[in-house]
């Protein structure tokens, strides 16, 4: 496996969390007790609710400082339906237990058509990490992400929050199969000529045969929009195989000359 950690060296925003209009109100009830109250436990009390912040604040760095990322792929290029395993990782790299990230991830489907936007939230305790795997296939050419995006840190106490764009992906280019055909051996290459060309013969656009449902991967050319409509369903035009036409395809096999 290919494999490289992330440390946090990207954009990074700082804004409050719910949290801190709870802290406000718990902050107003001390003052108001010490002032009320005029005793040494009180104001120790008060002393700890104005220290919170603080305490938040430098759990917070520790944290971030503890976190590393690693995206891992078994090919980064690959045929379609060939096997790809990925492995995504969240580490904490401290003795520090980490409360609360959240990770914005992209990764793809289960059927392998394209990938999606999830959040991942999780806590990781210390020298802990978060790891997904997976092995996946693609019945699809094309390219697929796989990373995250942004990672969302939170403090102890739900005061602060710390917004981590990373923009960490990595991408699997999906080729189209390579079709090997075999030499053709003996001496009855006429017959076996004319079943290679009736296994590709392609559709005739002019003679309709039968009309049925949508599947996935069906030319839009081939809807049939009027029975569609009625039908409430996609339907398509099925066409005749075309017999008379044919493609012959002759293959240079001979070294090549430099």
């Not at 992330?6 to 107003?28: I, Q």
């Not at 912040?53 to 045929?79: F, G, K, N, R």
């Not at 050419?141 to 939170?154: A, E, K, L, N, P």
């Not at 949508?214 to 035009?237: A, E, I, N």
Request: hydrophobic share 40%.
């Amino acid at each position: 496996f290919f494999f490289r950690a992330y440390r946090w060296n990207k954009e990074k925003s700082f804004s409050l969390d719910r949290g801190f209009f709870t802290y406000l109100f718990v902050l107003a009830l001390a003052l108001f007790s010490t002032q009320a109250l005029v005793s040494p436990i009180s104001a120790v009390i008060f002393i700890f609710v104005l220290l919170l912040p603080i305490i938040s604040l430098l759990y917070m760095y520790i944290c971030t400082q503890s976190i590393e990322l690693a995206v891992t792929l078994s090919a980064e290029e690959i045929e379609k339906y060939q096997p790809v395993q990925f492995r995504l990782s969240l580490i904490n790299s401290r003795f520090v237990p980490i409360n609360t990230i959240e990770a914005k991830t992209t990764l793809p489907r289960s059927d392998g058509i394209r990938s999606e936007d999830k959040t991942v939230s999780l806590t990781l305790p210390p020298y802990g990490d978060y790891t997904l795997t997976s092995e996946i296939t693609f019945p699809y050419r094309g390219s697929y992400s796989i990373g995250v995006s942004d990672v969302i840190c939170h403090d102890i106490f739900g005061m602060f929050k710390y917004r981590y764009n990373l923009n960490v992906f990595k991408s699997i280019f999906v080729l189209p199969r390579r079709v090997t055909l075999e030499a053709l051996e003996g001496d009855d290459r006429t017959q076996s000529s004319t079943e290679i060309v009736s296994r590709f013969s392609g559709n005739d656009n002019t003679e309709q045969n039968d009309v049925r449902q949508y599947q996935t991967g069906d030319s839009l050319r081939s809807v049939h929009w009027k029975l569609s409509s009625k039908t409430q369903d996609l339907m398509v035009r099925q066409y005749s195989m075309n017999k008379e036409k044919r493609t012959y395809i002759f293959c240079d096999t001979a070294a090549r000359y430099d």
